[in-house]
Nanobody
Framework: QVQLVESGGGLVQPGGSLRLSCAAS????????MGWYRQAPGKQRELVAR???????NYADSVKGRFTISRDNAKNTVYLQMNSLKPEDTAVYYC???????????WGQGTQVTVSS
């Protein structure tokens, strides 16, 4: 079992920055594929960025060049640095831990990010 707790969301003006954190506990963090997803009102949840246990990273096209995902296995934490934020980045952001090969997939409770002037 893995418990995920997100933090760092809030209200920011367009062009601003936020850093989200996701602290994991309860299992071998370093072996999980960690991802950040978001869900805006009336829309489906979508992948923002993910980082594999070996370090490979994928980004959604909409955030490439603006967002950076990273992980600190010693702290069991994954981060999402978000720069040059736009109003369309407004959503609830969720942390995900995936080890599908063993049938394990966990979600955090989500943190609200609002980009508005």
């Amino acid at each position: 079992q893995v418990q995920l707790v997100e933090s760092g969301g809030g209200l920011v003006q367009p062009g601003g920055s936020l850093r989200l954190s996701c602290a994991a506990s309860g299992s071998i963090f370093s072996s999980y594929l960690m991802g950040w997803y978001r869900q805006a009102p009336g829309k489906q949840r979508e992948l923002v960025a993910r980082i594999f246990s070996g370090g490979m990273i994928n980004y959604a096209d909409s955030v490439k060049g603006r967002f950076t995902i990273s992980r600190d296995n010693a702290k069991n934490t994954v981060y999402l640095q978000m720069n040059s934020l736009k109003p369309e980045d407004t959503a609830v952001y969720y942390c995900n831990a995936d080890q599908s090969i063993y049938g394990r997939n966990y979600w955090g409770q989500g943190t609200q990010v609002t980009v508005s002037s």
